[in-house]
Structures are given as C-alpha cells and as structure tokens.
Nanobody, 125 residues
Framework: VQLQASGGGLVQAGGSLRLSCAAS????????MGWFRQAPGKEREFVAA????????YYRDSVKGRFTISRDNAKNTVYLQMNSLKPEGTAVYYC???????????????????WGQGTLVTVSS
C-alpha cells in the first residue's frame, strides 16, 4: 500500500503549484483524503481534506481561497492546487488517507492511517 506524492518544487511568491498523490496497492476511493505540511522545525499541520465523494472539502484558514483539493477516484489520485503561494508555505507536503469512519472537521493526524513520503515545496520571496 503506497501513497506517492509529487509536484513539489521551487516557486516564487505569488506562483502556483499542483501537487498530486497517487495511491497504489489498494483502492482509496472510499477514504477521506488529506494533505498536511511540515515546515522545518515545526509540527506537521493540516492543510486540506476531501471526502470520498468529493462533495465536501475542508481547509485550514490560511489557505482558504488559494488552495483547492480535488480527487479522481478512477485514477486513485488526489490533487492539491496551490495558488498565490506565500513564503510561509514552504514545507514538505504529505498526502494521507483515513480509511476509517472519518471525523469532521478532519484535522487530526492520528485519524489518518496511510501516509505518503512527502514532496518539498519551496516558496521564495
């Protein structure tokens, strides 16, 4: 079972990146999927989540209106479109899956039982 995150890189402030998370080894089509990030020296924090159907999404306040989470269950892939990036967005971004009964809001790291390896996003000022 594997979650493979990709799409990170170096971008100037105000720019955009699209992260992808491809799942393999099992079907994640019924799982709540989330994105977290961890900046150097800081705790891993919630960024966004999406229910299995895509009908509901949830974002941390600081990314609302700039980030969009989406999923394609046929491709077993979840995305994070990040626009208007800020230097404080520099972090390793992780995708994760909650295969159990999801809580709402889906903020707790402990609820997610599958994690990807992370992709580095660096936003220069």
């Amino acid at each position: 079972v594997q979650l493979q995150a990709s799409g990170g890189g170096l971008v100037q402030a105000g720019g955009s990146l699209r992260l992808s998370c491809a799942a393999s080894g099992r079907t994640f089509g019924r799982d709540l999927m989330g994105w977290f990030r961890q900046a150097p020296g800081k705790e891993r924090e919630f960024v966004a989540a999406i229910t299995w159907s895509g009908a509901s999404t949830y974002y941390r306040d600081s990314v609302k209106g700039r980030f969009t989470i989406s999923r394609d269950n046929a491709k077993n892939t979840v995305y994070l479109q990040m626009n208007s990036l800020k230097p404080e967005g520099t972090a390793v971004y992780y995708c994760a899956a909650d295969s159990g009964v999801p809580s709402w809001p889906p903020l707790s790291r402990d609820k997610y039982d599958y994690w990807g390896q992370g992709t580095l996003v660096t936003v220069s000022s």
